[in-house]
């Protein structure tokens, strides 16, 4: 299970607390993504990144904030802003540009819990 | 932007049957269509792909069909083994936008019973 490695695997939150979720990468891959999976729901996109300093919003960004000062590293820092967190979060890399064929590499996940 | 429908949300077969697994997107600039795998307590992996030139790609036992006129795709196992046990995701890529970010569909779990 090398290329994507999240930590922690489990984290719990207290009341009015960010937390930050770790994704770093070994792919050389340009693009990195944060995705929040919620039974039913699918895969929502959270932010992503093309290249390193910048980065996008996805379909539900509110209350989340990313970083990528470096090409293996995108964190996700959960915020108190986000008053429903508790979810499996999946960080993604791909190769970027390529076309539509956007593979995507996920991690084994972050579980997120409110305490 | 794009939208991705995917049913059934639970898919409950006995083992050497068939399975179906249907997704429909709005946006006909899409023209790429991954399935995931994503099997319990693991991270979803890439299982198939098609792209929007061509109507069906089989790999051994899973087949993915593609209307590009109706917008609609399609998974299909043979034969079911209790290891194909898993969520599965359909998604849409295309340039919306500019950017080739996929829109997933909210998944299918699909249960073998040997």
């Known amino acids: 299970d090398g290329g994507i490695t999240q930590s922690p695997k489990y984290l719990f939150r207290k009341e009015g607390q960010n937390v930050t979720l770790s994704c770093e990468q070994n792919?050389?891959?340009?693009?990195m993504y944060w995705y929040r999976q919620d039974p039913g729901q699918g895969l929502r996109l959270i932010y992503y990144?093309?290249?390193?300093?910048?980065?996008q919003k996805g379909d539900i960004a509110e209350g989340y904030s990313v970083s990528r000062e470096k090409k293996e590293s995108f964190p996700l820092t959960v915020t108190s802003a986000q008053k429903n967190p508790t979810a499996f979060y999946l960080c993604?890399?791909?190769?970027?540009?390529?076309?539509?064929?956007?593979?995507?590499?996920f991690g084994a996940g972050t579980r997120l819990s409110v305490l | 932007g794009e939208n991705v429908e995917q049913h059934p949300s639970t898919l409950s077969v006995q083992e050497g049957d068939s399975a179906v697994i249907k997704c429909t997107y709005s946006?006909?600039?899409?023209?790429?269509f991954p399935w995931y795998k994503q099997e319990l307590g693991k991270r979803p992996q890439l299982i198939i792909d098609i792209r929007s030139n061509v109507g069906e790609k089989k790999d051994q036992r899973i087949a993915v069909t593609l209307n590009k006129t109706a917008k609609h795709f399609s998974l299909h196992i043979t034969e079911t083994q209790p290891e194909d046990s898993a969520v599965y995701f359909c998604?849409?890529?295309?340039?919306?936008?500019?950017?080739?970010?996929?829109?997933f569909g909210r998944g299918t779990s699909l249960i073998v019973h040997p």
């Open positions: 998604a849409a890529t295309g340039a919306s936008g500019g950017s080739y970010i996929p829109t």
């Open positions: 946006d006909s600039a899409s023209n790429y």
């Open positions: 993604a890399s791909s190769i970027w540009p390529n076309g539509a064929k956007n593979i995507q590499y």
């Open positions: 792919l050389n891959h340009d693009a």
């Open positions: 990144s093309q290249i390193v300093n910048d980065f």
